[in-house]
């Protein structure tokens, strides 16, 4: 199953645009990042190379130094988690900081979690995706380094 045909048929949508503070903090502390693997058309983290749904980046290698990475929060985000580890421990990219939803019961975060080469940041409250209310599940900050 690729990237497209993951998403719902509802209305409901698993793409949450990442914050602009939060945008404005991590490129602050991580520089211009070299790639956006699941991004908008418009790209709004500015990453200097991105892939969009359409581009489907789970078949694509994922190059650059710092990779940034708010996959889309449904059933898939397993497979963009899998995918990142797989991209990081190959050495394509170097630094991996993933936008995720705080899902401690899912072992896509005990997956994560068991290992020392991974730092977790959690944050306090809700988020504002799209700049907007606040979001449904609280969220953390995953850096593969």
Same mark, same amino acid.
């Given at each position: 199953m *690729?990237?497209?045909? =993951? ?5 409901? =949508?698993?793409? #949450?645009?990442t914050?602009?503070? @939060? %945008?404005?903090?991590? @490129?602050?502390?991580f *520089? ?5 693997p699941?991004t ?7 990453? !200097?190379?991105?892939?969009? %749904? ?5 078949i694509?290698? #994922? ?15 397993? !497979?963009?988690?899998? !995918?990142?580890? @797989?991209? #990081?421990? =190959?050495?394509?990219a %170097? %630094? ?10 899912? !072992? #896509?975060?005990h997956?994560l979690?068991?290992?020392?080469y ?6 306090? *409250? ?12 609280p969220?953390?900050l995953?850096?593969?380094?």
């Amino acid at each position: 199953m *690729g990237f497209i045909d =993951s998403m719902p048929t509802e209305n409901r =949508s698993v793409e #949450w645009a990442t914050p602009t503070n @939060i %945008k404005n903090d991590l @490129i602050e502390e991580f *520089g211009i990042f070299d790639l956006d693997p699941a991004t908008m058309p418009h790209n709004p983290m500015e990453a !200097k190379r991105f892939f969009t %749904k359409e581009d489907d980046a789970l078949i694509q290698e #994922w190059h650059g130094e710092t990779v940034y990475l708010n996959p889309p929060y449904g059933r898939i985000i397993s !497979k963009f988690i899998d !995918k990142a580890l @797989i991209e #990081w421990k =190959s050495g394509r990219a %170097k %630094k991996i900081v993933m936008l995720l939803p705080s899902r401690t019961c899912t !072992k #896509w975060f005990h997956l994560l979690y068991e290992h020392d080469y991974v730092e977790i940041r959690f944050y306090k *409250g809700r988020l504002r995706f799209n700049d907007a209310n606040p979001a449904p599940m609280p969220s953390i900050l995953v850096i593969l380094d």
